[in-house]
């Protein structure tokens, strides 16, 4: 079953617009509607994008990071500055 990609663009503005509304009226660091907008942000943008690259095979820019891809990211940066050293030596 595919969604069409409007039905699903919708839906990620709508989640843009609750995450907004949610993070305007945080109450502390870990606020819980907070976080769970930036979740449905994230659910939103994923249904978007297999709907429009269904439909169009089309991407679009956007990526979403969790913490897997920063636990990555960051053994690439010390790959990276180890490289660096050992150049220095």
């Not at 663009?9 to 843009?16: E, H, M, N, V």
């Not at 606020?31 to 709907?51: I, Q, R, T």
């Not at 690259?53 to 010390?78: A, G, K, M, R």
């Amino acid at each position: 079953m595919s969604i069409d990609p409007r039905v699903a663009l919708q839906s990620l503005t709508a989640a843009l617009e609750e995450h907004l509304i949610a993070a305007s009226a945080r109450r502390g660091e870990g606020d819980p509607a907070v976080e769970a907008a930036f979740f449905a942000v994230a659910d939103a943008f994923e249904v978007y994008e297999d709907a429009l690259y269904e439909s169009y095979q089309e991407v679009t820019p956007l990526q979403v990071f969790d913490d897997e891809d920063e636990d990555e990211e960051e053994v690439l940066d010390d790959e990276e500055d180890l490289e660096i050293l050992d150049q220095n030596q």
